[in-house]
Nanobody, 120 residues
Framework: QVQLVESGGGLVQAGGSLRLSCAAS????????MGWYRQAPGKQRELVAD???????NYADSAKGRFTISRDNAKNTVYLQMNSLKPEDTAVYYC??????????????WGQGTQVTVSS
């Protein structure tokens, strides 16, 4: 069984910073990609940033210039450094990982989410 565990969420004032982390564990053969999504109340879940095993990154327009995604392939861990946070960044942030296992060629796994609240 594959499990993703997120940490680092919390309450921060506008302009502050947070760093989220997500570690994948279990019967993992290879982690193809990892990313962060968020879902605000009443809105669809949206991509914030993702990163391939080779280090190629992709960001939502709202995150460009403020957020940085990185990963440690040896630890199957992905990070999201969030700077200059705005109230509109308030959401539940979810870690997603595309993983190959001994019994699955490619499957997406999701963490349980961590709440990020930015006060004005």
């Amino acid at each position: 069984q594959v499990q993703l565990v997120e940490s680092g969420g919390g309450l921060v004032q506008a302009g502050g910073s947070l760093r989220l982390s997500c570690a994948a564990s279990g019967s993992i053969w290879y982690v193809k990609a990892m990313g962060w999504y968020r879902q605000a109340p009443g809105k669809q879940r949206e991509l914030v940033a993702d990163i391939t095993s080779g280090g190629t990154t992709n960001y939502a327009d709202s995150a460009k210039g403020r957020f940085t995604i990185s990963r440690d392939n040896a630890k199957n861990t992905v990070y999201l450094q969030m700077n200059s946070l705005k109230p509109e960044d308030t959401a539940v942030y979810y870690c997603m990982s595309t993983i190959a296992t001994m019994t699955s060629v490619r499957q997406d796994y999701w963490g349980q989410g961590t709440q990020v609240t930015v006060s004005s």
